[in-house]
């Protein structure tokens, strides 16, 4: 049996600001862009990993959901509690630099872990835990 990743989700709350930052800064492509009762989801993803696929997705996919639950969707994703992704790179230096001279926020530098990486973060414009690593050569 193989099984293997093909899609994650990343809530949003802004479909074009996400867009700008994650095809524009991040260099993902633009895979889709659907639309559904008021809801928007798009998909992007690497151009070297065409099977895999990252969906940016409303905070809360539920047309049914309530006032009260949106609201607190709405609050986890202002503390960027709600998701996190993390990126492998074969150059966490170069990734910073992109990243940060286009606005990124910025939560941790580049630096070398003792787990074998090295690696940087940010949030993304909804405030999404954003990692980048590269294995460490040994």
Same mark, same amino acid.
């Given at each position: 049996? #193989? /099984? @293997?990743?093909?899609?994650? %989700? /990343?809530? $949003?709350d802004d479909? #074009?600001?996400?867009?700008a930052f994650y095809r524009d800064v991040l260099g993902l492509e633009? @895979?889709?862009d659907v639309g559904f009762e008021g809801m928007r989801w798009v998909t992007v993803g690497a151009p070297s990993q065409p099977d895999v696929n990252i969906v940016l997705e409303p905070p809360l996919a539920d047309p049914n959901a309530s006032p009260a639950d949106r609201q607190a969707m709405a609050e986890l994703m202002a503390k960027g509690l709600l998701? =996190? $992704? /993390? %990126?492998a790179t074969d150059d966490c230096d170069a990734t %910073?630099?992109?990243v940060s001279t286009a606005g990124g926020e910025v939560l941790q530098e580049p630096m070398d872990q003792p787990y =074998? $990486? @090295?690696?940087?973060? %940010?949030r993304d414009p909804s405030g999404n835990l954003l990692r980048f690593t590269q294995p460490? $050569?040994?």
């Open positions: 049996m #193989d /099984i @293997r990743l093909s899609q994650c %989700f /990343i809530a $949003v479909h #074009d600001r996400a867009i633009v @895979r889709d998701r =996190g $992704v /993390i %990126f %910073f630099e992109r =074998g $990486v @090295r690696d940087c973060a %940010f460490l $050569v040994k």
